[in-house]
């Protein structure tokens, strides 16, 4: 595989924005469209499922994800063709994906067929969906992940393509926390969805950036590298630092997408915020995340991306903490709105972290691991991590959904996911890499 031009990074970062805001609006937007919060329940809104069958039904598709994920980090690794081994499953994954995405949002059962808990079937339904859906989520973000390591040669560097990934990643977020919410109202959750769904054309940008045209003497050489997926996986988990690095990633992982799930529940019924309201405080926490970027790169290149990461948990977790105070019964001189947006603005700096880090760090392993071994297996570092990802964020969805039946439950969401902040910055102390750019 070719090196890319610095020119190029921005093309290849921007691939992320369109596979990354769908996978987003699934996480957050589909249970509180099966599931609505209670105002909008009161003004009108229909249940579609029921809570339990929900959390069940979402926890066994993506953790079905997570068994095929092995397998597809396996055929990237090992693939072979005239047109390469990662841009093939990149291009014949698209289409699917896109499909499935649009199917999540049309339950069978609605209007007169359901019960004022929704329909059991509707769950039946969007576990199936969902399950496709994954499947072609990771089918192309594996391949697209795993050429990170060898479209560029340093870790530095890695950290900058990151970074470029993480200025798209942040526009899908903005997309999907702060524009959606003021679509809600004109448009509803499913037709907000559906509108935004063009921006997965950006896909097509790393498609052509990634270059693979391999003679035939790197095939045959290649073929004599390849690793037979239990092989890769033993190595994988047997890799001390890749290990220590998906210990603390789990944790975060858990408390970010318990967060994400949450907040638009916290802005409702806690905060007591319009759902226009909501959007705004949400850009609070967006808006900033390319200027922390650029201060994150800064103490990374000082200090270490290590140490710059795991100031950005403590820093979360602090965030948090002032979510928590933003609860309307405690009357506070300062509105609900504007704790949430500064809470927000707090955050904006451990979110632009978190988006780069799951990037830079298992790339930068991967590619340790490959001089070590002699073995290419970037693709597996990513799919295990997305593997433990799934898992940690079918569990937070499911906990959050029976969570939420509990009165107070929404008030609950904030301090959980400090905790689990603080737990993932001791976890990461071990972590051998992400040291200081040596003059």
């Known amino acids: 595989m070719k090196t890319i031009k610095k020119w190029q990074e921005p093309l290849y970062g921007i691939g992320g924005l369109g596979p990354g805001f769908m996978y987003q609006v699934v996480l957050t937007y589909l249970l509180y469209y099966y599931r609505p919060a209670q105002a909008r329940i009161e003004a009108g809104a229909l249940v579609l499922a029921p809570a339990a069958a929900y959390a069940i039904g979402m926890f066994i ?11 597809i980090a396996s055929w990237t690794d090992n693939f072979r063709s005239r047109w390469g081994r990662r841009r ?25 067929n359901l019960t004022p808990e929704g329909h059991w079937a509707n769950a039946v339904y969007v576990a199936v969906v969902s399950s496709i859906y994954f499947f072609f989520q990771t089918f192309i973000i594996v391949p697209y992940l795993a050429s990170l390591s060898e479209i560029v040669p340093d870790e530095q560097s890695r950290v900058r393509v990151a970074s470029w990934q993480t200025v798209f990643n942040t526009i899908a977020y903005v997309l999907t926390f702060v524009v959606a919410p003021m679509m809600f109202q004109k448009f509803g959750v499913r037709g907000t969805a559906l509108l935004l769904l063009p921006g997965i054309l950006t896909f ?7 270059k693979e045209n391999p003679d ?22 047997s890799n001390k630092t890749f290990l220590i ?25 806690m905060m007591g915020l319009k759902e226009s309201q909501l959007g705004m405080m949400n850009a609070a926490a967006f808006a900033p995340v390319p200027i922390m970027l650029i201060i994150f790169n800064l103490i990374s290149k000082k200090k270490g991306a290590k140490f710059a ?15 928590a105070l933003s609860w309307e019964k405690f009357n506070l001189p300062i509105s609900p709105l504007s704790m949430g947006m500064i809470a927000g603005v707090v955050a904006s700096f451990s979110i632009g972290a978190f988006f780069t880090i799951p990037y830079a760090f298992p790339a930068q392993i991967a590619a340790i691991d490959a001089k070590e071994t002699g073995k ?11 593997v433990v990802n799934q898992f940690v964020g079918s569990l937070a969805g499911s906990i959050l959904a029976i969570l939420l ?11 959980i996911v400090a905790i689990t902040m603080v737990i993932a910055f001791f976890l990461f102390a071990p972590y051998p890499l992400g040291k200081p750019i040596e003059k």
Request: hydrophobic share 55%.
């Open 405 to 415: 039946g509990w009165k107070y439950g929404v008030v609950a969401i904030a301090p």
């Open 245 to 269: 690095y998906i210990s603390c990633v789990a944790t975060f992982y858990f408390g970010l997408q318990f967060f994400l799930g949450g907040i638009a529940f916290m802005g409702v019924d």
């Open 204 to 210: 097509l940008g790393p498609i052509f950036v990634i």
């Open 309 to 323: 990461f795991r100031i950005a948990l403590l820093v979360f977790a602090f965030a948090m903490l002032i979510f």
């Open 376 to 386: 290419d297996r970037a693709g597996m570092f990513f799919a295990v991590q997305g």
């Open 88 to 112: 093939p499953m990149m291009v014949i994954g698209l289409i699917p994906l896109i499909i499935s995405y649009i199917l999540l949002w049309y339950p069978p059962f609605t209007g007169s």
């Open 61 to 71: 598709a993506r953790a079905l994800d997570g068994l095929v994920d092995l397998p």
């Open 216 to 237: 035939p003497e790197s095939l045959k050489q290649s073929k004599e590298r390849e690793v037979p997926l239990l092989q890769s996986i033993k190595m994988t988990l």
